[in-house]
């Protein structure tokens, strides 16, 4: 597993940890890009308007939400640049606990609702 905090320590902070869950800080700079790392499944809130390209084994996904934004993160390995103007700001709560049943297809990117 690629953890994001060690692949990219300047973009994401720990903020809080416990068995169950860990919540994650994330904020970059227009254009910034993240290397290749991988989430368990999360819920994500935009503290800002959030801009990206994000991209996983040659697929490529637009990701465009607003500020307060929260969307379901299925668990996924991807990177990621920053499109928008705006520095993106925000939260993932990553659980630590295993889905019931695996997901059928899980989606590169936050979920549409």
Same mark, same amino acid.
């Given at each position: ?13 720990? +903020? ?36 990206? +390209? ?10 465009? +939400? ?6 379901? +993160?299925? !668990?996924?390995?991807? !990177? ?22 695996? !997901?059928? !297809? ?8």
């Amino acid at each position: 597993m690629n953890d994001p905090t060690v692949t990219d320590p300047e973009l994401y902070r720990v +903020l809080f940890e416990n068995d169950r869950v860990r919540v994650l800080d994330y904020l970059d700079h227009p254009g910034q890009s993240t290397h290749d790392h991988t989430h368990p499944d999360s819920v994500m809130v935009t503290l800002t308007s959030f801009e990206r +390209l994000l991209r996983s084994d040659g697929s490529e996904v637009r990701v465009e +939400l607003p500020a307060h934004a929260v969307r379901w +993160l299925d !668990a996924q390995q991807h !990177a990621g640049t920053n499109t928008g103007t705006p520095p993106p700001h925000a939260i993932f709560v990553e659980l630590k606990e295993p889905r019931l049943t695996p !997901a059928t !297809a899980p989606r590169l990117g936050p979920s549409p609702s």
